[in-house]
T-cell receptor, first 114, second 114 residues
Framework: DAGVIQSPRHEVTEMGQEVTLRCKPI?????LFWYRQTMMRGLELLIY????????DSGMPEDRFSAKMPNASFSTLKIQPSEPRDSAVYFC????????????FGPGTRLTVL | AQTVTQSQPEMSVQEAETVTLSCTYD???????LFWYKQPPSRQMILVIR??????QNATENRFSVNFQKAAKSFSLKISDSQLGDAAMYFC???????????FGAGTRLFVKA
């Protein structure tokens, strides 16, 4: 398997623009997680899905952020409108069932909002 | 609320030597799980080792081992026979049994000197 795939790897955008980050989890995995990593706040869980259903979105910073998982092989994290403080590395991770299993991380998307 | 503290922002070790990275956590739960993740310059997060709190025996994975002290809420990572490829950021992480909300520490950057 190719692992968790994220696109784009880098995104530079202007403040106020809409940004869409994409993730393809490992085939067969039923949990998908979105994380944000910054120097100030470290690695934060934003939201996670189980079988395409959002389970906990308490980490989503504000209404400008939204995430969807229309099917088992695709998820998006959207920021609209984007702000400079959204600049971070966004990771997607997936795992297979159970309560404590390894989360497989994607390579991340480095977002820069000017 | 659970917290994870890594008090060493940076550590350095000579190749082939042993290094220990510290991690403490705070929780009121009795059952939980602890992890060490490695993040090399490629940004890819990789699980190094995990420990179930109900297990008294310390986990070991090849050159990596942990010293889990439940009463002290301490979970240190020992890397033996350090290799240049071990150079990375290392994150300690906590996961309770109530869900998938994994709490990450701020990370320790490990340098390996040749």
């Amino acid at each position: 398997d190719a692992g968790v795939i994220q696109s784009p790897r880098h995104e530079v955008t202007e403040m106020g623009q809409e940004v869409t980050l994409r993730c393809k989890p490992i085939s067969g995995h039923d949990y998908l997680f979105w994380y944000r990593q910054t120097m100030m706040r470290g690695l934060e869980l934003l939201i996670y899905f189980n079988n395409n259903v959002p389970i906990d979105d308490s980490g989503m910073p504000e209404d400008r952020f939204s995430a969807k998982m229309p099917n088992a092989s695709f998820s998006t994290l959207k920021i609209q409108p984007s702000e400079p403080r959204d600049s971070a590395v966004y990771f997607c991770a997936s795992s297979l069932g159970g309560l404590v299993v390894e989360q497989f991380f994607g390579p991340g998307t480095r977002l820069t909002v000017l | 609320a659970q917290t994870v503290t890594q008090s060493q922002p940076e550590m350095s070790v000579q190749e082939a030597e042993t290094v220990t990275l510290s991690c403490t956590y705070d929780t009121s739960e009795s059952d939980y799980y602890l992890f060490w993740y490695k993040q090399p310059p490629s940004r890819q997060m990789i699980l190094v080792i995990r420990q179930e709190a109900y297990k008294q025996q310390n986990a070991t994975e090849n050159r990596f081992s942990v010293n889990f002290q439940k009463a002290a809420k301490s979970f240190s990572l020992k890397i033996s026979d350090s290799q240049l490829g071990d150079a990375a950021m290392y994150f300690c992480a906590f996961q309770g049994t109530g869900g998938f909300k994994t709490i990450f520490g701020a990370g320790t950057r490990l340098f390996v000197k040749a």
